[in-house]
């Protein structure tokens, strides 16, 4: 059974940046694409971003991070990134990493690690 654990996560403030990474194992997670999500008190899981298998295809499907979060991996290291700059503390939320079929696809997404809690104050 696969298991992905998040790290990185903290209490920093507004404007800052944290880097989380996703430590994935006991499967061979380079044939899965890769995703993070986010879920703040009160709301619905949000798709923040994805990258493809090989790495070359980053997706960032919510417009609210677009050019502050990047996506990216080391598949030797079995590693998945998301680099957060600009940090605002509508950013807040507990985020998942997780792993799946299609980067573009969030619903085929099907591993999922327990999330590491981003507290952005301002």
């Known amino acids: 059974q696969g298991q992905l654990v998040e790290s990185g996560g903290g209490l920093v403030q507004a404007g800052d940046s944290l880097r989380l990474s996703c430590a994935a194992s006991g499967r061979t997670f380079s044939s899965y694409a890769m995703g993070w999500f986010r879920q703040a008190p009160g709301k619905e899981r949000e798709y923040v971003a994805g990258i493809s298998l090989n790495g070359d295809s980053p997706y960032y499907p919510a417009d609210s991070v677009k050019g502050r979060f990047t996506i990216s991996r080391d598949n030797a290291l079995n590693t998945v990134y998301l680099q957060m700059n600009s940090l605002k503390p509508e950013d807040t939320a507990v985020y998942y990493c997780?792993?799946?079929?299609?980067?573009?696809?969030?619903?085929?997404?099907?591993?999922w690690g327990q999330g590491t809690q981003v507290t952005v104050s301002s």
């Open positions: 997780a792993a799946g079929g299609s980067h573009v696809l969030p619903h085929l997404y099907h591993y």
